[in-house]
């Protein structure tokens, strides 16, 4: 089985299109969708469509902090750009919408795998996991030998063996990486559509259940038409050029 | 973790059948195994399970990277086995015997020095354009196939470039062997290929010399001492070992990674080709260091910080380029535009070696030394106008070598040489395909279609080829 993990796809129609036909190319049979599908790009009822049709053939979907601001239920602060975005959002939303991302859980777990949107401590308080510090309190406390996690939107790997000491791994796009049974994983993905690492280009992992190999992408997309539209729709004008620069300085 | 049982023969893990053990080592014991279906020898290696959790990171580091390489230089991979019950690796079981007992011998004479670094200078090359460097090689972990290649084995303190570094910061203490180990490894830097060319030059010194480059050391201060003491040169222990031997030693031991060859392949094209090394002051050193210059040393190495540079960067930077020339004055304006092509690939690579081509045609029928009219011999004519042609790029003679290759075809010349010194990149000059040529092939269309590497093809505009024939 070989599993899709896609987060923080934020609205982004372009970038969530060329992350599922890559996907698709690359024999993909499983998606897990990790959270933050609204707020900052401006085609949440496409991406939101997508997701319901994608979760009802099977796919697994969890609620990202975006997510629960949308339908009210978040708890803690939103920065004004997004919390602009997620006014803008709201009035779009369907019935339909409303009831998918109400229903959707703040975390899972499947076999050697556990699935969460920002950490595995406390996932309803939506904590990022901003370096080698906050990986290895996640992973210490994870039942599950691999975690992955959503929220921060740059790809990176930490890793924990015997002495406990955390390693941090900034993946090289499409080699695979074989996750030793020996040692605890942390994985973040990265942005499906709002990558901020200084390239525009999409990112997402695949993960092979059966020979443990993780694999991180990038795949470019025409960000420039995502900007386009996020200008068009009045949103913020600081987040179209973040999909141009990838969030360089 | 709990201790397993000791294995026995006759036991069976995950189907296959133990037989022997052929090894047992400090990290862990070989056992010959056997699978009905498995139609080669095999051996599994099961790793000693002490309170050492370098020898478990190793087995883990090993378990990732080996799976991943291919080629007649690495122990075919076949199977491995995970920590929740016995750990083990199935692979490959390699004939014949390792270099050490050959270390018994030394000193080897110079030539058998050379044949045996070249293996290994291939091996090594082979390994990292994989990705991979090994940072222990030594002489037990150098095995030959019957057929004389080098393959490398033990990658439990391997560094494979695009996988996270399992053994990066959890131990304080260098990782290697104490005669062979870097200098950079002793500052703990892993990512460097050309720690792999220190420890070659470390085995070569063994087998030039009979004594160890820098001993035996065993505590991090007297592995340090490499950062600041140069190694007895090889000539002072045997004076059989020639200079351009000692070269070639001496240029792998550089404390600096800089001022090593910059890829294993060069190292194995200089122990191929001893004729054509340059010798520096390194080939006829016979003395120590002076106070002076052991003290500068010693500060530079207080604090030292290597750069770091990935494995592909690297031999990006250090690639053998071949420019096969025609020098005859009837195709001086292609000359200048092929010497134009190989300029600007030396200027944007400065550690990139230029070894000049030209191939002196033979008949196939009677294949003697050629002569011309006069009686002059063609082929030092022809080194003579290949240096000539190079005098303008006005290259470090360690970076340039000349080689007249006698062959009844041109083309086939070429590839071969390119294939056999494992050549990076070809620039060759195209005569136009006009008459004949058009229906018999040119050279470079052939080598073109058939090198195993990148080539440049050169053409220069048709009417100035015009004028440049007329007026020759």
């Given at each position: 089985m070989t599993i899709a993990l896609m987060t923080d796809i934020h609205a982004n129609r372009e970038a969530f299109e060329a992350c599922l036909a890559h996907a698709g190319d690359h024999g993909v049979d499983q998606f897990v969708f990790l959270g933050d599908f609204v707020g900052y790009g401006a085609d949440p009822e496409w991406v939101l469509d997508t997701l319901i049709d994608l979760v009802a053939r099977g796919a697994t979907a969890l609620m990202g902090n975006h997510d629960a601001a949308a339908i009210g239920a978040l708890s803690t602060h939103l920065n004004p750009s997004a919390r602009q975005c997620i006014d803008w959002t709201r009035p779009r939303l369907s019935e339909a919408h409303v009831k998918f991302l109400s229903d959707l859980p703040l975390s899972a777990q499947d076999g050697p795998c556990l699935y969460v949107h920002a950490n595995g401590?406390?996932?309803?308080?939506?904590?990022?996991?901003?370096?080698?510090?906050?990986?290895?309190?996640?992973?210490?406390?994870?039942?599950?030998?691999?975690?992955?996690?959503?929220?921060?939107?740059?790809?990176?790997?930490?890793?924990?063996?015997?002495?406990?000491?955390?390693?941090?791994?900034?993946?090289?796009?499409?080699?695979?990486?074989?996750?030793?049974?020996?040692?605890r994983w942390l994985a973040l993905p990265g942005s499906v559509g709002q990558p901020r690492d200084g390239n525009p280009a999409a990112c997402y992992a695949m993960f092979d259940e059966l020979t443990s190999l993780l694999t991180f992408w990038r795949v470019p997309y025409d960000h420039q038409q995502a900007a386009q539209k996020v200008l068009q729709a009045g949103l913020p004008p600081q987040l179209a050029s973040l999909l141009l620069t990838g969030g360089a300085v | 973790m709990s201790r397993p049982p000791p294995l026995e023969p006759g036991q069976r893990i995950d189907g296959f059948e133990l037989q022997e053990r052929v090894h047992r080592g400090g990290m862990g014991t070989l056992w010959r195994v056997t699978r009905p279906d498995l139609t080669q020898p095999a051996v599994m290696k099961v790793p000693a399970i002490q309170e050492d959790p370098t020898a478990i990171v190793g087995f883990e580091v090993e378990q990732m990277i080996l799976p991943l390489l291919s080629g007649p230089h690495v122990p075919r991979f076949i199977a491995a086995g995970g920590f929740e019950a016995q750990p083990y690796i199935v692979m490959e079981y390699i004939e014949g015997q390792s270099l050490r007992p050959k270390l018994e011998q030394a000193p080897l004479p110079a030539l058998q020095v050379a044949s045996i670094g070249a293996q290994v200078a291939e091996a090594l090359h082979d390994l990292h354009q994989q990705h991979v460097i090994h940072l222990d090689l030594k002489p037990s972990n150098i095995l030959f196939r019957p057929g004389g290649a080098a393959v490398l084995v033990d990658y439990g303190l391997a560094r494979h470039e695009r996988l996270p570094d399992l053994l990066a910061e959890e131990f304080r203490l260098p990782l290697g062997t104490g005669p062979y180990i870097s200098p950079e490894q002793v500052l703990r830097v892993r990512d460097d290929p050309r720690s792999d060319l220190f420890a070659l030059g470390a085995v070569l010194y063994h087998l030039a010399t009979g004594q160890r480059a820098f001993g035996n050391p065993t505590t991090v201060s007297g592995l340090r001492k490499r950062l600041y003491r140069a190694p007895t040169p090889p000539r002072a222990?045997?004076?059989?070992?020639?200079?351009?031997?000692?070269?070639?030693?001496?240029?792998?031991?550089?404390?600096?990674?800089?001022?090593?060859?910059?890829?294993?392949?060069?190292?194995?094209?200089?122990?191929?080709h001893p004729q054509t090394v340059a010798l520096t002051a390194r080939a006829n050193w016979t003395g120590r260091l002076s106070i002076g210059e052991r003290l500068r040393r010693w500060v530079r190495s207080v604090g030292a910080t290597p750069e770091r540079r990935t494995v592909t960067r690297q031999l990006q930077r250090a690639p053998i380029v071949v420019v096969a020339v025609d020098a005859s004055q009837e195709w001086e304006a292609l000359a200048d535009a092929v010497r134009a092509a190989a300029r600007r690939v030396l200027q944007s690579e400065p550690q990139a070696r230029l070894a000049c081509v030209s191939v002196l045609k033979t008949s196939r029928i009677a294949p003697e030394a050629p002569t011309d009219e006069a009686g002059r011999n063609l082929h030092v004519q022809r080194l003579v106008q290949l240096q000539h042609w190079a005098r303008p790029l006005a290259l470090a003679p360690q970076r340039v070598t000349y080689h007249v290759?006698?062959?009844?075809?041109?083309?086939?010349?070429?590839?071969?040489?390119?294939?056999?010194?494992?050549?990076?990149?070809?620039?060759?000059?195209?005569?136009?395909?006009?008459?004949?040529?058009?229906?018999?092939?040119?050279?470079?269309?052939?080598?073109?279609?058939?090198?195993?590497?990148?080539?440049?093809?050169?053409?220069?505009?048709?009417?100035?080829?015009?004028?440049?024939?007329?007026?020759?």
């Amino acid at each position: 089985m070989t599993i899709a993990l896609m987060t923080d796809i934020h609205a982004n129609r372009e970038a969530f299109e060329a992350c599922l036909a890559h996907a698709g190319d690359h024999g993909v049979d499983q998606f897990v969708f990790l959270g933050d599908f609204v707020g900052y790009g401006a085609d949440p009822e496409w991406v939101l469509d997508t997701l319901i049709d994608l979760v009802a053939r099977g796919a697994t979907a969890l609620m990202g902090n975006h997510d629960a601001a949308a339908i009210g239920a978040l708890s803690t602060h939103l920065n004004p750009s997004a919390r602009q975005c997620i006014d803008w959002t709201r009035p779009r939303l369907s019935e339909a919408h409303v009831k998918f991302l109400s229903d959707l859980p703040l975390s899972a777990q499947d076999g050697p795998c556990l699935y969460v949107h920002a950490n595995g401590w406390d996932p309803a308080r939506f904590e990022y996991v901003f370096g080698p510090l906050e990986a290895g309190r996640s992973m210490q406390v994870a039942r599950a030998r691999i975690t992955f996690c959503g929220h921060m939107h740059e790809p990176m790997l930490y890793h924990m063996g015997l002495p406990q000491r955390v390693e941090t791994f900034a993946p090289v796009p499409g080699s695979p990486i074989p996750l030793s049974a020996a040692r605890r994983w942390l994985a973040l993905p990265g942005s499906v559509g709002q990558p901020r690492d200084g390239n525009p280009a999409a990112c997402y992992a695949m993960f092979d259940e059966l020979t443990s190999l993780l694999t991180f992408w990038r795949v470019p997309y025409d960000h420039q038409q995502a900007a386009q539209k996020v200008l068009q729709a009045g949103l913020p004008p600081q987040l179209a050029s973040l999909l141009l620069t990838g969030g360089a300085v | 973790m709990s201790r397993p049982p000791p294995l026995e023969p006759g036991q069976r893990i995950d189907g296959f059948e133990l037989q022997e053990r052929v090894h047992r080592g400090g990290m862990g014991t070989l056992w010959r195994v056997t699978r009905p279906d498995l139609t080669q020898p095999a051996v599994m290696k099961v790793p000693a399970i002490q309170e050492d959790p370098t020898a478990i990171v190793g087995f883990e580091v090993e378990q990732m990277i080996l799976p991943l390489l291919s080629g007649p230089h690495v122990p075919r991979f076949i199977a491995a086995g995970g920590f929740e019950a016995q750990p083990y690796i199935v692979m490959e079981y390699i004939e014949g015997q390792s270099l050490r007992p050959k270390l018994e011998q030394a000193p080897l004479p110079a030539l058998q020095v050379a044949s045996i670094g070249a293996q290994v200078a291939e091996a090594l090359h082979d390994l990292h354009q994989q990705h991979v460097i090994h940072l222990d090689l030594k002489p037990s972990n150098i095995l030959f196939r019957p057929g004389g290649a080098a393959v490398l084995v033990d990658y439990g303190l391997a560094r494979h470039e695009r996988l996270p570094d399992l053994l990066a910061e959890e131990f304080r203490l260098p990782l290697g062997t104490g005669p062979y180990i870097s200098p950079e490894q002793v500052l703990r830097v892993r990512d460097d290929p050309r720690s792999d060319l220190f420890a070659l030059g470390a085995v070569l010194y063994h087998l030039a010399t009979g004594q160890r480059a820098f001993g035996n050391p065993t505590t991090v201060s007297g592995l340090r001492k490499r950062l600041y003491r140069a190694p007895t040169p090889p000539r002072a222990h045997n004076p059989d070992c020639p200079p351009w031997l000692q070269e070639i030693i001496l240029h792998c031991l550089e404390v600096d990674a800089e001022q090593r060859y910059g890829s294993a392949a060069q190292v194995a094209f200089d122990l191929t080709h001893p004729q054509t090394v340059a010798l520096t002051a390194r080939a006829n050193w016979t003395g120590r260091l002076s106070i002076g210059e052991r003290l500068r040393r010693w500060v530079r190495s207080v604090g030292a910080t290597p750069e770091r540079r990935t494995v592909t960067r690297q031999l990006q930077r250090a690639p053998i380029v071949v420019v096969a020339v025609d020098a005859s004055q009837e195709w001086e304006a292609l000359a200048d535009a092929v010497r134009a092509a190989a300029r600007r690939v030396l200027q944007s690579e400065p550690q990139a070696r230029l070894a000049c081509v030209s191939v002196l045609k033979t008949s196939r029928i009677a294949p003697e030394a050629p002569t011309d009219e006069a009686g002059r011999n063609l082929h030092v004519q022809r080194l003579v106008q290949l240096q000539h042609w190079a005098r303008p790029l006005a290259l470090a003679p360690q970076r340039v070598t000349y080689h007249v290759l006698e062959a009844p075809d041109p083309a086939e010349a070429i590839i071969d040489y390119a294939r056999a010194n494992r050549v990076d990149h070809i620039i060759v000059g195209c005569r136009g395909l006009s008459g004949l040529r058009r229906y018999l092939g040119s050279v470079s269309t052939r080598v073109v279609a058939e090198a195993p590497c990148s080539v440049t093809v050169v053409k220069v505009p048709r009417e100035e080829m015009a004028q440049a024939a007329l007026a020759g």
